[in-house]
């Protein structure tokens, strides 16, 4: 299994352990699913994003192949990190 996966199910599984904990212990209520699967799906596309971010940057092939367009992967990636912190964020509120 690719290591990156290994890495975004581990850190997935952490993220939505301190969810659950925290909506028991602070909150006294029942964690949500949806809230969970979004905070695990979540972790593991801010890993993607910051593979992409890190391939557009230090690629040589991938420089080679994509030029000047590197730029625009490197943003996207970095939405991708954005948005999926956001939404973490969010469902710790």
């Known amino acids: 299994m690719n290591k990156l996966v290994i890495i975004a199910i581990v850190l997935g599984s952490l993220v ?15 964690p949500s699913l949806s809230d969970g699967v979004t905070i695990f799906l979540s972790s593991g596309g ?7 971010c890190l391939i557009s940057l230090l690629s040589q092939k991938f420089h080679q192949s994509f ?17 999926s912190i956001t939404t973490i964020v969010d469902r710790f509120r």
């Open 16 to 30: 939505v352990i301190a969810y659950v904990l925290k909506e028991l212990l602070i909150k006294g209520d029942g």
């Open 46 to 52: 801010a890993l993607a994003g910051l593979k992409v």
């Open 67 to 83: 030029g000047s367009d590197c730029t625009y992967f490197f943003l996207g990636g970095f939405a991708v990190i954005w948005v």
